[in-house]
């Protein structure tokens, strides 16, 4: 998706975090194409004005209880200015906006196709910003860029886990629903390494920026108490809002290299504020001093979380076992029971060949046991109640298949039984 003014030259487009989705204001009928403004019989003043002084636009002078006139910030201003009224109480009120609304199409500047964006999808606004040591000419290194996107992309992640559920180390768990929750962000170009801002839609990215703004906080008080008592037990009552080791180990990776980092969440104006949380936002910031204690946080978290005891339904895609009778090692396709894709199982020489059977006739196989932490929660020990699970006809014949077209699946198998066929029935 690409946000492009009506004049001036071609800025950098706002991308997806996954180019899966579209975003909402990608839909029909949501916002005019070709990056022409929103029609202003669409759009509310005191929206437009509380995104104009977000963004640093100053109001100064206009008819009181008319209308204001806005200025926008720095010197690449010109002398421009918008007159925004101040309600749709008034009749020139449409025309007005169209002409405050033409301009900022034709502005150019991050902050108005931004403004612009907001307008169209009310969207939550996340801004990370770095202090960066400069090079010639307030330059960045080649790689700022590169890491500012990295670090704010696994924050959103982490953030989006915390919406699943809590845990101080999620691993593989929830990653699917967590990476599917992050189709619809949009973020904008971080040309200098420094500064980069993400758009999460209300409808369906506001309980993101909700759990993300909770554990900036917790985190920061934790890192406080860490770093006045040489106590690290406030990271553990921070899990319950959100923070874990993937937060821990992204506040690490975006200040890791700078000299300070801020986060700082802004509530869409169309939408209001969330419940629990403050109208205003400061940004919360984070120092190189703070990295130790991040880094302790996340080794502990990943040190301390439990396994899991799970009764998972899965099919079996792999086989493998170092001869033709014994033990061996198969790998689930999880159907239930684990907010995994796949895991690994040990499996005496009956279980095995119970999940060999299942494997042939097209069925899942479910079975207990503990779904290990270590590893990121991809491996089931103590397996055990093994046995195949019945399916409909249909849902059997498309197993089937899918064993059929898995060549490498059958050479698995193929090897493990060997011609003794101990996968006979």
């Known amino acids: 998706m690409t946000h492009r003014p009506a004049g001036g030259g071609p800025p950098r ?11 909402p204001a990608d839909a029909p009928g949501d916002r005019p194409r070709d990056g022409a403004p929103p029609e202003p019989g669409t759009v509310d003043p005191a929206v437009l004005t509380a995104l104009l002084h977000r963004h640093g636009w100053r109001r100064r002078g206009g008819a009181p209880a008319r209308y204001g006139r806005w200025t926008p910030p720095g010197p690449a201003a010109g002398g421009a200015s918008l007159l925004v009224p101040v309600s749709r109480a008034f ?22 196709r931004e403004i612009l964006l907001s307008l169209a999808v009310p969207s939550d606004e996340i801004r990370w910003e770095r202090d960066m040591p400069t090079g010639p000419g307030a330059t960045a290194t080649w790689t700022a860029e590169e890491q500012l996107r990295a670090a704010a992309r696994r924050m959103l992640l982490a953030g989006a886990l915390a919406t699943r559920a809590r845990a101080g180390y999620y691993g593989a768990r929830h990653r699917r629903a967590a990476e599917t929750a ?54 553990d009552s921070a899990v319950a809002a959100g923070v874990s080791h993937e937060l821990t180990e992204s506040l690490v990776a975006l200040v890791r290299g700078t000299e300070g980092a801020r986060i700082a969440v802004g509530w869409a104006p169309a939408a209001g504020v969330p419940e629990g949380c403050g109208t205003l936002t400061e940004p919360v910031e984070f120092s190189p001093g703070d990295l130790p204690a991040l880094r302790e946080a996340a080794a502990r978290y990943l040190r301390a979380e439990p396994s899991v005891p799970v009764r998972i339904t899965g099919t079996v895609d792999r086989m493998r076992r170092p001869g033709p009778r014994g033990p061996g090692t198969v790998r689930l396709r999880v159907l239930a029971g684990a907010e995994v894709p796949h895991v690994r ?36 020990t103590g397996a055990c109640e093994i ?39």
């Open 91 to 112: 009749p020139d009120r449409d025309d007005l906006l169209g002409e405050a609304l033409l301009a900022l199409s034709r502005s150019g500047t991050p902050a108005a």
């Open 182 to 235: 992050l189709e619809s962000v949009l973020v904008g170009p971080a040309p200098d390494g420094r500064h980069l801002a993400a758009f999460l839609p209300v409808g369906t990215g506001r309980p993101l920026a909700v759990r993300l703004h909770q554990a900036l906080y917790a985190a920061r008080e934790a890192v406080d108490y860490r770093r006045a008592t040489g106590g690290a037990e406030a990271f």
């Open 387 to 425: 046995t195949p699970v019945q399916v409909d006809d249909a849902e059997r014949d498309r197993l089937l298949k899918a064993v059929q077209e898995h060549v490498e699946v059958a050479a698995f198998f193929e090897e493990a039984c060997g011609d003794g066929g101990d996968c006979r029935g």
């Open 345 to 380: 199982v040990a499996l005496d020489e009956e279980a095995y060949r119970i999940a060999g059977h299942a494997h042939l006739v097209g069925l899942p196989v479910r079975m207990l046991g503990r779904l290990e932490s270590r590893g990121g929660f991809r491996r089931l």
């Open 13 to 23: 487009p706002f991308e997806p975090l996954r180019s899966v989705r579209p975003h």
